[in-house]
């Protein structure tokens, strides 16, 4: 049985969701204003309301970025090991 395409499937996949979750913290951030005028006015404390949401929003999903990365990263070296590993006898008939 091969396992390369096993290893290769789940690494599309991992790959696939750090980029959903990379797309929804970009478009989350298209909307974060980068500094807000403060003031009595009840409007603008909405949007202080609003910037604070949406950060804590990006900061949640953190995580969820720190850790598929390191899964796309473990995946993508079990996939170039995988695949010396077994090319290796080949190369070396080769030889």
């Known amino acids: ?33 980068d500094q807000l005028f403060l003031t009595d006015n009840r409007t603008e404390s909405l949007a202080h309301v609003e910037q604070d949401f949406i950060l804590h929003r990006v900061q949640a999903l953190a995580p969820y970025c720190r850790w598929l990365t390191v899964l796309a990263i473990l995946d993508s070296l079990a996939v170039v090991g995988l695949f010396i590993y077994q090319e290796l006898p080949a190369m070396r008939g080769q030889l």
């Open 1 to 33: 049985m091969q396992v390369l395409p096993i290893v290769l499937t789940s690494w599309i996949v991992v790959v696939a969701a750090l980029l959903a979750v990379l797309i929804y913290r970009g478009h989350l951030t298209r909307q974060e204003t």
